[in-house]
C-alpha cells in the first residue's frame, strides 16, 4: 500500500505536528508514502474564485505529478482534499476543459494531465484502504476513558459529487475512527458545520463566534476533546479559541470554560497505537493537551 503524499500548506508549514504525527502513523501501521517534490497549494477555493483556469492549472500540475509517480495521493488536509479532489473530478469529466488546462500545463511544465489517478484522505485511507478491522490490531492503548467530539468542517464532504466517500449529511466515517480506538463518539449538531476560519480575514468577529459556537457545542456535549481532519479547521479552533471563550463566557457566564484540545486526525490514531505525546507533537497546540492526556493514561 503506497501513496504520493501531498502535505498541502499548512501540513508541514503553520501545523507541522500534523505531519510529525501522520509519518509516525504511517510507518507504525506500514503504509508507505513518497512525498510529492513538485507540488503547489491547492488554492483552498480562493483561487478558484478569483482565476477558475489558474487553480485547474496548479492543481492540474500536482495531478500530473502523481500519475508520473504512478501513485495516488494521499492528502492529510480536508480542504485540500475538497479541492484537489473536486478539481480532479472536473478534469476527468469535462474533456473540453482538460485539453485547455493541457495546454497551459504543458507550456509552463511540460506535463499533462491524464486522469489516471484518486485523490484520498488520510481518514478515507483507514476507513476504506486499510480497514477498521486491520487498524483495531494496531491500538494497544485503547482510549476507554475519553469522549472524542468529531468536526468534519466542510470541504471533506462537500460538495459530495467531488468526494462521494461519506454522507454529507450524516458522515460516520470520524465515528468510525473514534471507535476503533476504543474513545467514545460525541453526538452534537456543529460536526459538519464550518470552523469560521475561512470568514477570519474578512470578519474576525463572525469567524471568532462560529469558533465559540462549534466549540462550546462540543463542551455542552461532553467532549473531552476534538478531532478534526482538517489543518485549517484545527488551527482556527485552537488558536481562536481564546477570544471565543471569552464570548462563552459573556454567554453563559464566568463558570463556562472551553479549555477544549483540539486533535489532529493521526495523533488520535497515534495514541491509541500507544505512541508519546511528544512523539505526536501534541505541546504544539496552544490549548493544552495535557489535561486529555493525564485522563487517558
Given at each position: ?161 467531488s468526494?462521494?466517500?461519506?454522507d ?5 466515517s ?9 474513545a467514545y ?89 500507544g ?23
Amino acid at each position: 500500500m503506497k501513496y504520493a503524499y501531498y502535505p498541502g500548506c499548512a501540513g508541514k508549514g503553520a501545523t507541522p505536528e500534523l505531519h510529525q504525527s501522520t509519518m509516525k502513523v504511517l510507518d507504525g501501521l506500514g503504509i508507505e508514502v513518497e512525498e510529492l517534490r513538485a507540488f503547489n497549494c491547492c488554492g483552498a477555493g480562493v483561487i478558484t474564485e478569483a482565476d477558475p483556469d489558474l487553480a485547474y492549472t496548479l492543481n492540474a500540475r500536482t495531478l500530473a505529478t502523481a500519475e508520473v509517480m504512478g501513485l495516488n495521493i494521499m492528502t492529510v488536509c480536508g480542504t485540500c482534499q475538497g479541492v484537489l479532489g473536486g478539481i480532479n473530478k472536473k478534469l476527468q469529466k469535462d474533456k473540453a476543459l482538460r485539453d485547455r488546462i493541457n495546454e497551459k500545463l504543458k507550456a509552463s511544465t511540460g506535463l499533462s494531465y491524464q486522469g489516471k489517478v484518486k485523490v484520498k484522505h488520510l481518514q478515507w485511507i483507514l476507513v476504506k484502504d486499510f480497514g477498521l478491522d486491520a487498524l483495531k490490531k494496531f491500538i494497544t492503548n485503547p482510549l476507554t476513558d475519553v469522549s472524542i467530539a468529531p468536526f468534519y468542517g466542510c470541504y471533506i464532504l462537500r460538495p459530495e459529487a467531488s468526494t462521494g466517500f461519506d454522507d454529507w449529511e450524516n458522515p460516520q466515517s470520524l465515528e468510525k475512527l473514534i471507535k476503533t480506538v476504543g474513545a467514545y463518539p460525541v453526538e452534537y449538531d456543529d460536526r459538519t458545520k464550518c470552523c469560521g476560519f475561512p470568514v477570519f480575514l474578512e470578519n474576525e468577529d463572525i469567524s471568532t463566534g462560529m469558533v465559540e459556537k462549534r466549540v462550546g457545542s462540543a463542551k455542552k456535549a461532553g467532549g473531552d476533546a476534538m478531532v478534526t481532519p482538517c489543518p485549517l479547521c484545527h488551527m482556527g479552533l485552537d488558536i481562536k479559541q481564546d477570544n471565543a471563550e471569552k464570548i462563552h463566557r459573556e454567554k453563559e457566564g464566568p463558570s463556562q470554560n472551553l479549555n477544549m484540545p483540539i486533535l489532529h486526525l493521526p495523533q488520535l490514531i497515534g495514541l491509541g497505537m500507544g505512541f508519546s505525546p511528544e512523539s505526536l507533537g501534541m505541546k504544539h497546540h496552544l490549548v493544552p493537551t495535557a489535561p486529555l492526556i493525564q485522563k487517558i493514561n
